[in-house]
T-cell receptor, first 116, second 115 residues
Framework: DTGVSQDPRHKITKRGQNVTFRCDPI?????LYWYRQTLGQGPEFLTY????????KSRLLSDRFSAERPKGSFSTLEIQRTEQGDSAMYLC??????????????FGQGTRLTVV | AQTVTQSQPEMSVQEAETVTLSCTYD???????LFWYKQPPSRQMILVIR??????QNATENRFSVNFQKAAKSFSLKISDSQLGDAAMYFC????????????FGPGTRLSVLP
């Protein structure tokens, strides 16, 4: 297992277009998180899944954003009718349910979205 | 809601010297986890060190150690014998004790290591 994988690494899209990102977590991890990071800022929480269930969504996640995790494996994050303000790095992370030693999140390299 | 503050947007340290990065947080919870993550330029975020709030002993990982002051809600990171490869953004993060809680990150500190 090579860790958390995100695809694509970079995406340039025109304003108003829809985009979809994919995240493949570490295989034994049942928790999956999406974060958004703008330049010079810390990651902001968007949503998280435990297995296939989406358990929490941030108020940052407007109705143009939707995330899925079918079968509790990979996840997709879709942004509809993109706006320039959506330009950011979208980070995926996964973690394993368990004892105290399993509390950390492992991050992917992110998908950098540029809306022009 | 929990918040994490990092008051030093940028820090620099001479190679082989020691530097301390500051982090404070706000929470009403008594049990939680604290983390320091490192994000090198154009590379993914990796865990540097973790602290469980119920443990009084400060965590250490090789050249990295923390000073955890629970009453003061302070969680600083000390990097000893700084190396060029330590140059990165460092994020302090908080996570509730309950399973499945999301991570709350601070705004980060950019560390430069001078040769």
């Amino acid at each position: 297992d090579t860790g958390v994988s995100q695809d694509p690494r970079h995406k340039i899209t025109k304003r108003g277009q829809n985009v979809t990102f994919r995240c493949d977590p570490i295989s034994e991890h049942n928790r999956l998180y999406w974060y958004r990071q703008t330049l010079g800022q810390g990651p902001e929480f968007l949503t998280y899944f435990q297995n296939e269930a989406q358990l929490e969504k941030s108020r940052l996640l407007s109705d143009r954003f939707s995330a899925e995790r079918p079968k509790g494996s990979f996840s997709t994050l879709e942004i509809q009718r993109t706006e320039q303000g959506d330009s950011a790095m979208y980070l995926c992370a996964s973690s394993q349910r368990g004892g105290a030693e399993n509390t950390e999140a492992f991050f992917g390299q992110g998908t950098r979205l540029t809306v022009v | 809601a929990q918040t994490v503050t990092q008051s030093q947007p940028e820090m620099s340290v001479q190679e082989a010297e020691t530097v301390t990065l500051s982090c404070t947080y706000d929470t009403s919870e008594s049990d939680y986890y604290l983390f320091w993550y490192k994000q090198p330029p154009s590379r993914q975020m990796i865990l540097v060190i973790r602290q469980e709030a119920y443990k009084q002993q400060n965590a250490t990982e090789n050249r990295f150690s923390v000073n955890f002051q629970k009453a003061a809600k302070s969680f600083s990171l000390k990097i000893s014998d700084s190396q060029l490869g330590d140059a990165a953004m460092y994020f302090c993060a908080y996570r509730s004790y309950g399973y499945g809680q999301n991570f709350v990150f601070g705004p980060g500190t950019r560390l430069s290591v001078l040769p």
